[in-house]
């Protein structure tokens, strides 16, 4: 199993510019988070799918940030337009049953200038 | 508003004693509490569940406890090595897994 899957792992753009980051999550699992890790603020839950489905995005910071999951396998998270203080690192997480627990992508690290 | 608050930001211990790590929590009625591990540039990997009726919860070196009267969980790594130095996070999850929420994290390092 290849676990989660990020995409890109490393991403720097210009302010303004749109950004959109991809995610794989292992087969089977039903549920998927996107979070926000700065030293700042520590690792911060944006939006929670199960099932495809958006459940809790009572994290997503602003209207510039958007997520889908079009697919079991597969889920977006768009910024636009980007800003700096958007600069992160982002990690996508799956999980099969409800008390199981999350299984972590590598991250994307966001520099926006 | 929900608040969890990790013991401290570092800590060091040496070589072989019992690292005691502790998540407090407030404004919050979990259903379970995770603590994961978490390596410079990785993403937080999973250790320890434990339900909000258990008590207590080991696994080889490390056991964690949870008292829903202090709102407070402790993790413990016994015998520790330097491979134990890492950020540990511990994590709150509602009835269904949802309301999922992180601690800041406790940066441990493990000296020789």
């Known amino acids: 199993d290849a676990g989660v899957i990020q995409s890109p792992r490393h991403e720097v753009t210009e302010m303004g510019q749109e950004v959109t980051l991809r995610c794989k999550p292992i087969?089977?699992?039903?549920?998927l988070f996107w979070y926000r890790q700065t030293m700042m603020r520590g690792l911060e839950l944006l939006i929670y799918?199960?099932?495809?489905?958006?459940?809790?995005d009572s994290g997503m910071p602003e209207d510039r940030f958007s997520a889908k999951m079009p697919n079991a396998s597969f889920s977006t998270l768009k910024i636009q337009p980007s800003e700096p203080r958007d600069s992160a690192v982002y990690f996508c997480?799956?999980?099969?049953?409800?008390?199981?627990?999350?299984?972590f992508g590598p991250g994307t690290r966001l520099t926006v200038l | 508003s929900q608040k969890i608050e990790q013991n401290s930001e570092a800590l060091n211990i040496q070589e072989g004693k019992t690292a005691t790590l502790t998540c407090n929590y407030t404004?919050?009625?979990?259903?379970?509490l995770q603590w994961y591990r978490q390596d410079p540039g990785r993403g937080p990997v999973f250790l320890l569940l434990?339900?909000?009726?258990?008590k207590e919860k080991r696994k080889e070196r490390l056991k964690v406890t949870f008292d829903t009267t202090l709102k407070q969980s402790l993790f413990h790594i016994t015998a520790s090595q330097p491979a134990d130095s890492a950020t540990y996070l511990c994590?709150?999850?509602?009835?269904?897994?949802?309301?999922?929420?992180f601690g800041p994290g406790t940066r441990l390092s493990v000296l020789p």
């Open positions: 997480a799956s999980r099969g049953d409800t008390y199981n627990e999350q299984f």
């Open positions: 087969s089977g699992h039903n549920s």
């Open positions: 799918f199960n099932n495809n489905v958006p459940i809790d």
């Open positions: 404004n919050y009625s979990p259903a379970y």
């Open positions: 434990i339900r909000e009726n258990e």
């Open positions: 994590a709150l999850a509602g009835n269904y897994g949802q309301n999922f929420v």
